[in-house]
């Protein structure tokens, strides 16, 4: 008799595999639309279909390879998701793109100029802020190490608002070394720390620049502290940087970063 074989999972099984999941109106509309981006089943409620009609559009438009939506109800979605998820009637199961390495960015034909660097920052949804505040300034990636970083799927994305499509997520075995390595790029590499020699707006920031962050309360480790060109402050009227959320600190730097750009361009 021949041996039955188990059958093959169908793609559309809910729910989705774990770390595959995007869910929400801005990420999986950028994933949709994304050519790179390989989509393997969509659930949409009825109002999740609707809201997201014009990526479905444009999707079909532009010819790209997408599975049929598959109707699900709010209920099934709400059990299967961690509660109070705010996935708006969309579930996207995607592979993950695929990242360059921290060598293939460096050696890229387009010189860097912004590179955010996260020390152990764990919270999925600081990371996807980070993230969107990169897309919005133009930062060329967000580098994380390989293990105490979150993975770029679920909240990250959710909170990443789309920017997952936009910006690299670059992932490093050491931290350490990836600053000496950008350093070598170069870039000038700044960590954020309260205890600072001066401010980042008294930096001067006329170069390429990496800005190392890390996690709220621990801040930067010994070792990437001290692998940093410099350690700058972003002075607040409390107790200074550590009252910021990480995420928001990300995004004051980012801003000072242009701002200091734009103000040296005009000069030019």
């Not at 360059?100 to 960015?105: C, G, K, V």
């Not at 006329?206 to 800005?211: E, G, I, M, N």
């Not at 309360?217 to 990480?246: I, K």
């Amino acid at each position: 008799m021949p041996e039955r074989r188990s059958p093959e999972p169908r793609p559309d099984r809910w729910p989705p595999r774990p770390g595959a999941a995007l869910w929400g109106l801005h990420a999986v509309a950028a994933a949709w639309t994304n050519p790179v981006r390989r989509c393997r089943a969509l659930w949409l409620t009825d109002a999740g279909a609707e809201a997201l009609t014009p990526a479905l559009a444009e999707a079909k438009a532009r010819g790209l390879d997408r599975p049929a939506p598959t109707p699900i109800e709010r209920r099934a979605i709400d059990r299967a998701l961690s509660p109070g998820t705010v996935h708006q009637g969309i579930v996207l199961d995607a592979a993950p793109l695929e990242a360059p390495s921290l060598d293939a960015l460096i050696g890229r034909d387009r010189p860097l100029g912004c590179v955010i660097l996260l020390d152990q920052v764990t919270d999925p949804h600081n990371v996807g802020a980070i993230l969107r505040s990169a897309a919005v300034f133009g930062a060329d990636a967000v580098v994380t190490t390989d293990r105490h970083a979150p993975e770029a799927a679920g909240a990250l994305a959710k909170a990443a608002s789309g920017a997952c499509e936009l910006v690299p997520l670059v992932r490093v075995p050491n931290l350490a070394r990836a600053i000496t390595d950008l350093k070598g790029a170069p870039l000038w590499c700044l960590g954020l720390d309260a205890g600072g020699a001066r401010p980042l707006a008294a930096a001067a920031i006329d170069r390429p620049v990496a800005l190392v962050l890390g996690a709220e309360g621990r801040g930067l480790r010994r070792l990437t502290r001290e692998r940093c060109d410099e350690l700058v402050s972003l002075p607040t009227g409390g107790d200074g940087f550590a009252t910021l959320n990480v995420s928001t600190a990300a995004a004051v730097a980012l801003y000072e970063v242009a701002r200091q750009r734009r103000s040296t361009e005009g000069r030019a």
